[in-house]
């Protein structure tokens, strides 16, 4: 086989989609959510901010370092995808009647429970003693995380966080379409967990179905802690496994206290009179 025909052929124009591919994956979750957030919005939901002082440049500068790390793992990895997909090893399709529009509906959320599964085990397994620092720990230098902290992974956590997607491929017929929306939600979810802002409703914890739901506090509770609130999506493992911290539901009434209480603060600066000075 010859190196240049090898490289320019196959290997090159591949290389290059993927990481056309990822950055772009990235830079929808991270780089939108800390436009819309930080910049934007900031003035207008800084009683939703979790907790303070905002991290400095040089953590983002830390986690962007670690982010191009990540996404050059991923890059690799698509290869391996592309490649073994051609050999046939996914269940990986492209036409929508090979299964119909009712499985391809459906495959969409399956994908998604099955993903919050694999992230509490494997997320909680890099917690112990014997993984932590070759794994994790490098996520957990963001202690008060920013959207940018989602991608910063050690090398062997980035392969572990990829590796769910070869694994659900041999198990799930997935068209492309149903792949795309499946890894578009995981960047976004991933960005607003380490947004440092509550961006919904904190109400929700306590309803029946919508406190499934994990919140932005859920996550950053576990950077502030570094244990407890092992899940991605859902509030599912941490509740059946008792890994949920006691007071998180506390924590977010008082975060709804706190806002009040501010708001009600400026309302009544507002109504003040105006000390005319005299002349």
Request: proline share 5%; glycine share 4%.
């Amino acid at each position: 086989m010859e190196i240049l025909p090898f490289f320019t052929e196959y290997l090159g124009p591949r290389i290059l989609g993927g990481i056309q591919f990822e950055s772009t994956r990235y830079a929808m979750g991270t780089l939108v959510t800390f436009f819309v957030l930080w910049i934007v919005l900031h003035r207008f939901i800084e009683t939703r901010k979790i907790r303070k002082p905002t991290p400095r440049a040089k953590q983002i500068q830390m986690e962007l370092k670690h982010s191009f790390k990540t996404v050059c793992v991923f890059v690799a990895m698509d290869i391996f995808i592309f490649e073994a997909a051609d050999l046939g090893i996914f269940q990986k399709y492209d036409d929508f009647a090979d299964y119909g529009m009712l499985w391809f509906w459906v495959s969409i959320p399956l994908l998604i429970i099955l993903h919050d599964a694999y992230f509490y085990w494997t997320h909680r397994a890099m917690h112990t003693a014997k993984l932590y620092k070759r794994t994790h720990m490098q996520h957990h230098r963001s202690h008060n995380p920013t959207p940018f902290t989602a991608y910063n992974f050690a090398a062997a956590e980035a392969v572990i966080e990829y590796m769910y997607v070869p694994i659900a491929l041999m198990l799930i017929p997935t068209h492309n379409l149903a792949l795309y929306i499946v890894l578009s939600i995981m960047i976004f979810k991933n960005a607003l967990a380490h947004s440092g802002y509550e961006v919904f409703p904190r109400t929700w914890a306590r309803l029946p179905v919508l406190g499934w739901l994990t919140t932005v506090t859920h996550h950053d509770m576990h950077h502030e802690r570094g244990t407890g609130n092992f899940g991605f999506y859902f509030t599912w493992w941490d509740r059946w496994m008792g890994t949920e911290h006691p007071n998180y539901l506390q924590r977010l009434d008082e975060q709804e206290a706190r806002a009040k209480a501010i708001k009600a603060a400026r309302r009544a600066a507002k109504k003040r009179p105006q000390m005319v000075p005299a002349e």
